[in-house]
C-alpha cells in the first residue's frame, strides 16, 4: 500500500509539471529585430495567449496557432502553420525562430519624465493699516488734511 502510495505520489508531480510547464504569458506586441518575413527589421508582430495555446500573427500578416513544443514545453513552442519551433526567454521578452527570426517584445515608448513643480513664493506685505496708509500713501494723506 505504501508503495502504491509512493508511485501515484510521483506520477502526480511528473504530471503537474508538465501541465503548468509554460509559465510566462508570452501575449503582447513584439517587434521583429532579425531576419524578418517582410523586410527591414522593425515591424511589428502579436501573440495573445490562452492557457497553454497561442495565436501569432508576424510581420508579415501571416498567422498561426501554437502550443507548447512537446520536446521542450517550458521554453519552447511549435507554430503549426509554420512548421517551425522557437524559443523563448524565460522573461518572455524575446523569442527566437528555428529559421532566425527574433521578436523582442515591444514595450512602448519609454513614459515621459516626470513633471517638475516648482512653487515660487510671493512675499506679501502685511495688510496696511489706516493710519499708517496715510502716512506712506501721498492721496490718504490729503484728503486728511
Known amino acids: 500500500m505504501r508503495m502504491t502510495s509512493c508511485a501515484l505520489a510521483a506520477l502526480a508531480a511528473l504530471a503537474a509539471s508538465g501541465a ?17 518575413r517582410a523586410g527591414p527589421a522593425g ?19 501571416q498567422s498561426s496557432r501554437a502550443s507548447p513544443d512537446v520536446t521542450a514545453p ?7 502553420a509554420w512548421n517551425e519551433g522557437a524559443v523563448y526567454s524565460p522573461d518572455g521578452m524575446t523569442i527566437q525562430f528555428d529559421n532566425g ?8 515608448p519609454p513614459p515621459p519624465p516626470p513633471v517638475r513643480v516648482v512653487h515660487v513664493r510671493t512675499s506679501k506685505a502685511p495688510a496696511a493699516h489706516r493710519h499708517h496708509a496715510a502716512a506712506t500713501h501721498p492721496k490718504a494723506a490729503k484728503s486728511k488734511a
Do not use: K
Not at 43 to 61: M, R
Open 20 to 36: 503548468s510547464a509554460q509559465t510566462v504569458n508570452l501575449t503582447g506586441t513584439y517587434i521583429c529585430i532579425e531576419a524578418c
Open 74 to 80: 517550458a521554453t519552447r513552442i511549435w507554430a503549426d
Open 101 to 108: 527570426t527574433v521578436w523582442q517584445r515591444d514595450m512602448g
Open 43 to 61: 515591424g511589428p508582430a502579436f501573440i495573445t495567449q490562452n492557457g497553454l495555446d497561442l495565436n501569432l500573427l508576424n510581420e508579415a500578416g
